[in-house]
């Protein structure tokens, strides 16, 4: 069964420097989201991206997120300045239709560590 | 806005015992639901949709939701668990632009031998 792949499945960083979480999404999807989800808290929105950008963006979606489809196959996340608070799962999610509607298929997650 | 509440944050049972996990929904407008399973360090995994037609939704693993327009319900159901269930349980709804969804805050399913 076709997989979202996100890399790495961890990351340790110190604070104020930018991480950069991959993913590869299902190859004939076209939606692409990244959701986060801060330990024991739920999961949350932060981007929609379609046909090479943003759709939508949370409140959570600062100026120091960005997201980028640089080739025809990776989706990257980039914190430029991490925060200690930024720390949390990252989930990448894509779907073949606007996924609202029917669900997305979520990769395994980046547990991104702040120190 | 579109917003789901799930009504229990944890719930025990014990191995081969049916279980419930309760989903209430708001919507203004026509409604898809979904859940999702989380299971122990791994990503979400889609459980089951309903998107129209019939409310009793069949997914993955032997679980079942039923929509209940009249309760404004989406209740995950299995009539016998096992303890390769144990995971965290999140039931969502899209938000108004349909270009997101929008999760409940998660019930963890814990099962006792």
């Known amino acids: 069964e076709p997989e979202v792949t996100q890399t790495p499945s961890h990351q340790v960083t110190q604070m104020g420097q930018e991480v950069i979480l991959r993913c590869v999404p299902i190859?004939?999807?076209?939606?692409f989201y990244w959701y986060r989800q801060i330990l024991g808290q739920k999961v949350e929105f932060l981007v929609s991206?379609?046909?090479?950008?943003?759709?939508?963006k949370s409140e959570i979606f600062d100026d120091q997120f960005s997201v980028e489809r640089p080739d025809g196959s990776n989706f990257t996340l980039k914190i430029r300045s991490t925060k200690l608070e930024d720390s949390a799962m990252y989930f990448c999610?894509?779907?073949?239709?606007?996924?609202?509607?029917?669900?997305?298929?979520f990769g395994s997650g980046t547990r991104l560590t702040v120190v | 806005a579109q917003s789901v509440t799930q009504l229990d944050s944890q719930v025990p049972v014990f191995e081969e015992a049916p279980v419930e996990l309760r989903c209430n929904y708001s919507?203004?407008?026509?409604?898809?639901l979904f859940w999702y399973v989380q299971y122990p360090n791994q990503g979400l995994q889609l459980l089951l949709k309903?998107?129209?037609?019939?409310?009793l939704v069949k997914g993955i693993n032997g679980f079942e939701a039923e929509f209940n327009k009249s309760q404004t319900s989406f209740h995950l159901r299995k009539p016998s668990v096992h303890i390769s269930d144990t995971a965290e349980y999140f039931c969502?709804?899209?938000?108004?632009?349909?270009?997101?969804?929008?999760f409940g805050s998660g019930t963890r399913l814990s099962i006792r031998p």
């Open positions: 919507s203004s407008v026509s409604v898809y």
């Open positions: 999610a894509s779907s073949e239709e606007t996924g609202g509607d029917y669900g997305y298929t």
């Open positions: 190859s004939n999807h076209l939606y």
């Open positions: 969502a709804v899209p938000y108004s632009s349909a270009s997101k969804i929008i």
């Open positions: 991206f379609y046909n090479n950008e943003i759709s939508e």
């Open positions: 309903y998107l129209s037609g019939s409310t």
